[in-house]
């Protein structure tokens, strides 16, 4: 049975007039932000009998439907321009105690600026979900009535890092159900976490992935283990410096109980476990491609191993999974699959659960994913790749390369990306508006390989970039959608750019039948 939307009969009936307080949580509360984590907060927020203002600055069709259902609730929505003229997610509203933001709201933003000076805090959607953990219990008994007991508030297991996190966690969701618990990949990902923790479901442990905005934004966050898996410029035109980015990542790891988990790889990951405040007795957990050490996960002859949570780790290793477990085994997706077990054993997973999950685990659409072989040249979607990081990891699985790449760079560099991958590269098709940046870095870093500049942004643009890939690239050859960049400039989303490299990889099949 999955999560449901929380009512008002079930809240006010069940926890009673000071839910609020019970909660940490004050009596008139702003939500920033009309999408689905604010809406999910209004209405849990609302039910617990605040008075709840939603502001956003859209007014459209979908915009007024959505108030319209939040209005039946007892909730005021403003949207767009207010009647004196400001910008209705800009203006704090009178009597605020508290501000509920949506995850991408920057800090800077006007109505953040406003709170601090009137000396309101700012939380996000999952500080929400943590302070109503034991809500949720208490709604649960109440459903339950004389059925089976309902036992306390899931764990939460966390997981952040620039890339891989969504792979990862749902890697750690199969393991965790493979070991028979009940648990869900929540967060960042699926039904929003709001209404996982107050829902009909009872879970034992909850898989959560968090982004750095989620993160900056929960300050009473507790996790029984994290982990960050890498770290690399990303979204630093929200966090203003590659220092405050790390800083928020961080955060994951306050607190944390059993194990805090990182990267061997990346030392920055390590750092951040060196400066958290944790709970006395929690252990420090690597992660490793090659032969691990003591508290340890890693891989010898094929095979992932776990020195950690085995007796006698100086001396011990327990066989958890075969390389081959891991759908796909590229070295990036073993890293990923390292973490998740680290964990799960944490959580006290056995190992067959860990080798049975990986199995079952399938990945989403456009993370690696095999589209086509036309011609002898493989044809490979990452088009989840959005920055330098996730790209040289995609890069590094494959050679020869035809890669095709480009969108928006969020105020990224490609100096080091094409230095690292250079000598994979057939060749480099450019599409979007910041195609230019990646050019200059091939022409100071890797002045040999081709380049075809795609100065186009219309719907046969991926199209065109398919077939000139299909011109640079030789049998045995991979053409690797990892464009390094947003999407926003030519499609709407990351998947969108994903399906239109699929749709023109399977006309280029057509034509070569």
Known sequence: MGSRQVSTTDLAGVLGPDALGRFGLPGRITVAGLGVSGVSAARA???????VTVVDNGDGDAHRAKA????????????????????????????????????????????????????????????????????????????????????GAAEWLAITGTNGKTTTTQMLASILKAAGLRTAAVGNIGTPIIDVVLGEQQYD???????????HWAPSLR???????????????????????????????????????YNVADPATEKLVENADVEEGCRAIGFTLGAPGPSMLGVVDGILVDRAFVENRQKNAQELAQVEDVNPPAPHNIANALAAAALARAFGVEPRAVRDGLRDFRPDAHRVAHVDEVAGVTYIDDSKATNTHAAEASLAAFEPVVWIAGGLAKGATFDELVQ???????????????????????????????VVDLDRTDTGAMLAAVREAARLAEPGDTVLLAPACASMD?????????????DAVRELAAESA
């Not at 283990?225 to 990303?234: Q, R, T, Y």
């Open 45 to 51: 927020l609302a039910a617990l009998g605040a008075t």
């Open 68 to 151: 319209a259902e939040l209005a039946e609730l007892g909730v005021e929505v403003r949207l767009g321009h207010l009647p004196d003229g400001t910008r209705a997610g800009e203006t704090l509203p009178e009597g605020t105690e508290l501000v509920v933001t949506s995850p991408g709201w920057q800090p800077q933003s006007p109505l953040f600026l406003a709170a601090a000076e009137a000396g309101v805090d700012v939380v996000g959607d999952v500080e929400v979900a943590w302070r109503l953990r034991e809500a949720g219990v208490a709604l649960r008994a109440a459903r339950a009535a004389a059925e089976a007991p309902v036992s």
């Open 205 to 215: 442990v909850l898989a959560v992935e968090l982004s750095s905005y989620q993160l």
């Open 223 to 261: 996790a029984h283990s994290a982990a960050v898996l890498n770290l690399a410029p990303d979204h630093l035109d929200w966090h203003g410096s590659m220092e405050a980015y790390a800083a928020d990542k961080g955060r994951i790891y306050e607190g944390n109980r059993v194990a805090c988990v």
């Open 420 to 450: 690292k991958s250079a000598k994979r590269l057939r060749g480099v098709v450019l599409i979007g508006a910041d195609r230019a940046l990646i050019a200059d870095a091939l022409a100071r870093h890797a002045p040999e390989v081709p």
């Open 490 to 502: 030519m499609f709407a989303n990351y998947n969108k750019r994903g399906d239109a490299f699929a």
